[in-house]
């Protein structure tokens, strides 16, 4: 569906000192993407030791590139079905009718680096204690570490009523899903972003990747609803599944006064708990029973918790805000399991309090790849995982925020200096639309 034509970001320019820092920014960035020189022989830490990986995504294919340029003669075992390979911090982006759907793919296998061995089965058992991983032929690849990347699992399934092949049909849409499923979600955001009626936006109360998107999601919609002229035509609803808009308290404040300023209504403590779509009615579980809102667009966001093989294994906490989802137990500062030694997970499965985004991935990977090879070599690691996570969190198409932040909530900006992380930028959008995903493929082959 074609933009409408003052619907298109370039519509809106960008003031003089906005592209200076965009200038400034790019010149940080070209300084943080500058390409290690290849490890010489000598820096790289002999050994024969087996590893495997369990997960090819962003996390598994990123400790991949990382430990294959640390180590010489090891035997790096990756091990993932997928072939396609899903950029997807783009999925809203595809959602937002910013980027096509093939935008956000490309495959796994253009990613894995010389000398690991990529398994194209999945995951059926992780054995910690025989250190073995056994695949779906019934193949065991045995371990002397083991770093579980297998990433989250969308269960649409536990929203009763809900049917993934519906997606894109009766106003019902769902960004997560799939790149087609997006784009089918784009589609049925124009159509009602051209006609107006009840938008309905919401996010799980579990645990989820980039909990931000709803959010932006919300915004998306809200300014295409301006830029068509139908505003005033449009009721938005944004159901929390707590008390908080966002997990750090000055953005949720924030959040709360752009949503205020926007006239999207905010429930508090709504659950979806099953929709029904012929009748296009979504049922909330509330702190007093459920609540029924009909719709006439609705994004679903469906609950998230880690895959099977890993809640069926004995590697997630046994105790705790995780256990009930199925998360790695794994030590929030050196992502090493509690109580096995020798495995490490990264990515969204791990059971730490932030850090379930690319950014995420980004600076964990490192962290556990150093402390591995410093097992390997017989020496002690210093590294530290603060809980580093980023969203860039766009509020009107051709404006965004930049919000970074630790375990502790504090704002950990990148670039101080040039932006604020609590403006709405337009140097942040260009950042999100432009600037991320080279970074991002920079990650893949562990040189960001």
Not at 239 to 258: C, D, H, W, Y
Not at 311 to 323: D, N
Request: glycine share 8%; net charge positive; proline share 7%.
């Amino acid at each position: 569906m074609r933009h409408h034509r003052n619907d298109r970001p370039g519509d809106d320019p960008a003031p003089d000192a906005e592209r200076r820092k965009l200038m400034l920014l790019a010149a940080s960035a070209a300084g943080l993407m500058t390409l290690p020189a290849p490890a010489r022989a000598a820096d790289r830490v002999r050994t024969s030791a087996r590893i495997v990986i369990a997960g090819a995504g962003a996390a598994g294919l990123a400790t991949a590139s990382r430990l294959a340029a640390a180590l010489d003669g090891a035997k790096i075992t990756l091990i993932d079905a997928r072939k396609p390979h899903l950029y997807q911090p783009g999925f809203t982006l595809v959602a937002a009718g910013i980027k096509p759907a093939d935008y956000v793919t490309s495959t796994t296998a253009q990613y894995v680096p010389r000398g690991v061995t990529l398994v194209t089965e999945a995951v059926a058992e992780l054995d910690p204690e025989g250190k073995r991983v056994v695949t779906e032929s019934g193949t065991a690849h045995p371990y002397d570490f083991l770093v579980v990347a297998t990433g989250m699992r969308l269960e649409y399934g536990l929203i009763h009523g809900m049917e993934e092949r519906l997606i894109g049909t009766n106003g019902l849409g769902s960004i997560y899903h799939s790149p087609q499923a997006a784009e089918a979600t784009w589609r049925l955001l124009s159509t009602f972003a051209d006609k107006g009626g009840r938008g309905v936006f919401l996010r799980p109360a579990t645990e989820m990747k980039c909990a931000g998107a709803p959010l932006k999601y919300t915004f998306i919609t809200e300014d295409y609803l301006s830029r068509r002229g139908r505003r005033g035509k449009a009721e938005l609803v944004y159901n929390a599944n707590n008390k908080s808009l966002f997990g750090v308290p000055i953005v949720a404040e924030k959040v709360r006064m752009l949503f205020q300023e926007r006239g999207i209504h905010v429930n508090h403590d709504r659950v979806l708990e099953s929709i029904d779509p012929g009748r296009r009615i979504a049922t909330f579980r509330t702190p007093d029973g459920t609540e029924d809102q009909d719709y006439d667009f609705i994004n679903v966001v469906p609950p998230m918790r880690a895959p099977a093989v890993v809640r069926e294994s004995v590697l997630p906490w046994q105790t705790g805000p995780w256990a009930a989802e199925g998360w790695l137990e794994v030590d929030r500062g050196t992502l090493r399991h509690a109580r096995y030694p020798d495995v490490f997970g990264v990515g969204d499965v791990a059971g730490v309090p932030k850090g379930k985004t690319a950014a995420s991935v980004k600076w964990q990977v490192p962290v556990a790849v150093e402390h591995l090879v410093a097992d390997i070599a017989n020496r002690r690691s210093d590294a530290l995982y603060t809980g580093y996570t980023s969203c860039p969190l766009i509020t009107r198409l051709g404006r965004a925020m930049l919000v970074e932040f630790d375990y502790q909530n504090n704002l950990v900006p990148s670039f101080p200096g040039v932006i604020a992380p609590l403006e709405e930028l337009w140097v942040t959008w260009v950042m999100k639309t432009m600037a991320l995903k080279p970074t991002y493929i920079e990650m893949l082959r562990g040189r960001a």
